[in-house]
């Protein structure tokens, strides 16, 4: 089936400091990136759509400039935290939308997660 | 605004047992009704659903959307403390997005 990694799957840093987060489809070309955020005891929330080749769509609420998004191939995404505090710390998972596999939906794949702690 | 919610919050029940898990939906542009589970890490798909009425079955686990009183059910029988997760009930749009409830917390009790 298809894969998706996300590197690395843990990160600690000091507030202040940028992260970056890779998102990559292992075995199959990916027209779309998602990525996502989730809080303890929360939901999986859209944070942005990120599209090979053009800039990312963010959801109301997240800021684009505070979260910076490339999707530089079909193959990869990443995602930056810039200046990260200590209230990004979450969980951050991706997930990768095939391209041309078979079937009537255009099903999302979901990398591993990341968890971010900004002491 | 678009929403799923997802019913009941938390749920602890013996080994053995049925469990029903509910989903309702209030969207525009629905695509499809989609069930995860997640563990420790990201979710793991179980189950899409575009037409009402019919069920999906996976093992022990089956499925199905009402798309007229928009909810769907996700039944898991012979419950095993394998089962134990979040499952997350979601939203697929036409456009591709995804929109989440905020799942059910099964607990399992040997």
């Known amino acids: 089936g298809a894969v998706v990694s996300q590197h690395p799957s843990r990160v600690i840093c000091k507030s202040g400091t940028s992260v970056k987060i890779e998102c990559r489809s292992l075995d199959f070309q990916a027209t779309t990136m998602f990525w996502y955020r989730q809080f303890p005891k929360q939901s999986l929330m859209l944070m942005a759509t990120?599209?090979?080749?053009?800039?990312?769509?963010?959801e109301q609420g997240v800021e684009k400039d505070k979260f910076l998004i490339n999707h530089a191939s079909l193959t990869l995404s990443t995602l930056t935290v810039t200046s990260a505090h200590p209230e990004d710390s979450s969980f951050y998972i991706c997930?990768?939308?095939?391209?041309?596999?078979?079937?009537?939906?255009?099903?999302?794949?979901f990398g591993p997660g990341t968890r971010l702690t900004v002491l | 605004e678009d929403k799923v919610v997802q019913s009941p919050l938390s749920l602890v029940v013996h080994e053995g047992d049925t469990v029903t898990l509910n989903c309702s939906y209030e969207?525009?542009?629905?695509?499809?009704l989609l069930w995860y589970k997640q563990e420790k890490k990201a979710p793991t798909f179980l189950f899409m659903l575009?037409?009402?009425?019919i069920e999906k079955k996976s093992g022990r686990l089956s499925s199905i959307l009402d798309k007229k009183e928009l909810f769907s059910i996700l039944n898991i029988t012979a419950t095993q403390t394998g089962d134990s997760a979040i499952y997350l009930c979601a939203v697929s749009f036409l456009d591709d997005k995804i929109i989440f409830g905020k799942g059910t917390r099964l607990h399992i009790l040997p």
């Open positions: 997930s990768a939308q095939a391209r041309g596999l078979a079937g009537p939906y255009n099903e999302q794949f």
């Open positions: 990120s599209n090979e080749g053009s800039k990312a769509t963010y």
């Open positions: 575009t037409s009402s009425g």
């Open positions: 969207v525009t542009n629905f695509r499809s």
